[in-house]
């Protein structure tokens, strides 16, 4: 059974603290994602990793960081919380090569005070 | 520059009737597209893609690459239909995964 697993189901932060979101998965694989999901809004990419220590800009990187020391982890950043960063944070995996399916993590509600 | 666009927030059918979410994207380039769904209280998971040309839980989607579009389609809407459907593109190569707005299917019986 695949999985990908994020630390935390919901979090509640308050303004100007660091807050991290951390992602794991079990299937090897290459390319892992971090975005947030607003109604009306779908999914956005934050960003994007294809290997250890690599990373690529999404659509909406402004006041988030991420960091993949390791194939099985990747995790976000946000480095001084502000209350419109409130949301649901997802976190996907998939292979390298295009057309393969994405897995996704069960997603961390995030909410900033 | 890659763009998915689904231009209906939601789509409230009969059950038995019809259903097409639309979606259109913009890629130069070979596109990879796929539809996934999330029911409630699930998480996003694949529905289809269009290198599988296959058909699931009765749904298709045809990729025109003329019109830029990969529309999802059901003759029948069934109840358990009911979900969040969102439209996604990657490239060929692989490489980023970009979503659109989605689409809130809710079929009544």
């Known amino acids: 059974d695949v999985k990908v697993t994020q630390s935390s189901r919901y979090l509640v932060k308050r303004t100007g603290e660091k807050v991290f979101l951390e992602c794991v998965q079990d299937?090897?694989?290459?390319?892992m994602f971090w975005y947030r999901q607003d109604p009306g809004l779908g999914l956005r990419l934050i960003y994007f990793?294809?290997?250890?220590?690599?990373?690529e800009k999404g659509d909406i990187p402004e006041g988030y960081s991420v960091s993949r020391e390791k194939k099985e982890r990747f995790s976000l950043i946000l480095e001084s919380a502000s209350t419109n960063q409130t949301s649901m944070y997802l976190c996907?995996?998939?292979?390298?090569?295009?057309?393969?399916?994405?897995?996704f993590g069960q997603g961390t509600r995030l909410t900033v005070v | 520059a890659q763009r998915v666009t689904q231009p209906e927030k939601l789509l409230s059918v009969f059950k038995g009737a019809p259903v097409e979410l639309k979606c259109n994207y913009s890629?130069?380039?070979?596109?990879?597209l796929f539809w996934y769904v999330q029911y409630s209280r699930q998480r996003l998971q694949l529905l289809l893609r269009?290198?599988s040309r296959e058909s699931i839980k009765g749904f298709t989607a045809d990729l025109n690459k003329g019109e830029t579009s990969f529309h999802l389609k059901k003759p029948f809407a069934q109840e358990e239909d009911s979900a969040m459907y969102y439209c996604?593109?990657?490239?060929?190569?692989?490489?980023?995964?970009?979503f659109g707005q989605g689409t809130e299917l809710s079929v009544k019986p």
């Open positions: 996907a995996s998939s292979l390298l090569q295009g057309g393969t399916e994405a897995f």
């Open positions: 299937m090897d694989h290459e390319n």
């Open positions: 990793s294809y290997d250890v220590k690599m990373k």
């Open positions: 890629y130069s380039g070979s596109p990879e």
């Open positions: 269009h290198i």
């Open positions: 996604a593109l990657s490239g060929h190569g692989g490489g980023k995964l970009i």
